[in-house]
């Protein structure tokens, strides 16, 4: 094994690697272009996943060419970000809704509170 690869495996590689930097600046200058803290929430969690899936790629294909083998460990590290970023989004954006609504901001009525009166 001296550590040099095809020209096949390694462009591929740092095509994906440029895609996840891409991601990356696209999720910065969303973040820094949306004007409240609802709207800057989306832009850094999608691009962070999709960089995340592009990096995990990048380092299975380049991995498992370095050994000749399957090297898929890679994938939990997407996966698991895949599961947790829409959650933290979620409790993230109601804790900020939960704040508003304490401060008395004019926001849009609980979704419970709804159903009690339409019921009644």
Known sequence: MTGELSLWIEIPVAILLLLSSL????????????KDYFQ???PPALASTLGAWCV??????????LKS???LHAWLIPI???I?????????????????RMAGDDVPAEVSSRRTESQG
């Not at 790629?57 to 060419?65: G, H, R, W």
């Not at 947790?84 to 508003?100: D, E, G, N, Q």
């Open 23 to 34: 991601f990356a600046l696209i999720g910065a200058v969303g973040l820094m272009r949306m």
């Open 56 to 65: 995990a790629l990048a380092s299975i294909i380049y991995f498992s060419a």
């Open 69 to 71: 083998a399957p090297v």
């Open 40 to 42: 800057r929430m989306h």
């Open 84 to 100: 947790t970023v829409p959650v933290t989004t979620l409790l993230l954006a109601r804790a900020a809704l939960f704040r508003k």
């Open 80 to 82: 698991l970000l895949a």
